[in-house]
């Protein structure tokens, strides 16, 4: 099967620092990448996606990475706020999996004022 | 504003039950997907549908089955409940191109 794991379980990080969130991925022919917010009680939030014909992507505070050569996917948040504590997963879909989407098992962000 | 929604946020259940968790979109979504969250694995999937009364096993599908006979609802069914199933649930829908997917609020289901 598939496999998507993040390095941490958990991340502490003060407020207006920016965080980083890695999250390595096992399925070389992975075409699309997903992150997800998750804050407690809620169901996961779309936050940013990427495609793999390109290595960055840029929102509003967010930015993601790929390296497909080591296939691995960062998720960088820019002068991180309180509101930004959450489980954010990542996940990654291919057409050779059927529109399934595999989902790494989270990192807890805390940011501390 | 898109909409995925779950018919309930907490339900308690006996072991033995027949249990049905129904989700509904508003987005004219193809696909449809069942997943079961638990502390340190992550998301799960049980089931997926890609189109009206058609489904396909995931990762997890022992225990389960699920029901599309409308386009924008999908239910799962836990036959006979058992506490090994007491977990959140997500229930997600998206378009069948590769692209993201949007997920209901979760039903946190207790089975004792």
């Known amino acids: 099967g598939e496999s998507v794991g993040l390095h941490l379980p958990t991340l502490s990080v003060q407020e207006g620092d920016n965080s980083i969130i890695n999250c390595a991925y096992s399925?070389?022919?992975?075409?699309?990448f997903i992150w997800y917010k998750q804050e407690s009680g809620k169901g996961p939030q779309f936050i940013i996606d990427?495609?793999?014909?390109?290595d960055k992507r840029q929102g509003q505070r967010v930015t993601v990475l790929l390296n497909k050569t080591v296939k691995h996917l960062s998720l960088q948040i820019a002068a991180t706020q309180p509101g930004d504590s959450a489980v954010y997963f990542c996940?990654?879909?291919?057409?050779?999996?059927?529109?399934?989407?595999?989902f790494g098992t989270g990192t807890s962000l805390t940011v501390i004022p | 504003d898109v909409k995925v929604t779950q018919s309930s946020r907490y339900l308690v259940k006996r072991t033995g039950e027949k249990v049905f968790l129904e989700c509904v979109q508003d987005?004219?979504?193809?696909?449809m997907f069942w997943y079961r969250q638990d502390p340190g694995l992550g998301l799960r999937l049980i089931y997926f549908?890609?189109?009206?009364?058609?489904?396909e096993k995931g990762d997890i599908p022992e225990g389960y089955s699920v029901s599309r006979e409308k386009k924008e609802r999908f239910s799962l069914i836990l036959e006979s409940a058992s506490t090994n199933q007491t977990s959140m649930y997500l229930c997600?829908?998206?378009?069948?191109?590769?692209?993201?997917?949007?997920f209901g609020q979760g039903t946190r289901l207790t089975v004792v």
């Open positions: 399925n070389s022919a992975s075409d699309y």
């Open positions: 549908s890609y189109d009206v009364k058609m489904k």
């Open positions: 987005m004219d979504h193809e696909n």
């Open positions: 997600a829908s998206s378009f069948p191109l590769v692209t993201e997917a949007f």
């Open positions: 990427i495609r793999s014909n390109m």
């Open positions: 996940a990654e879909n291919s057409a050779n999996t059927g529109n399934q989407f595999y």
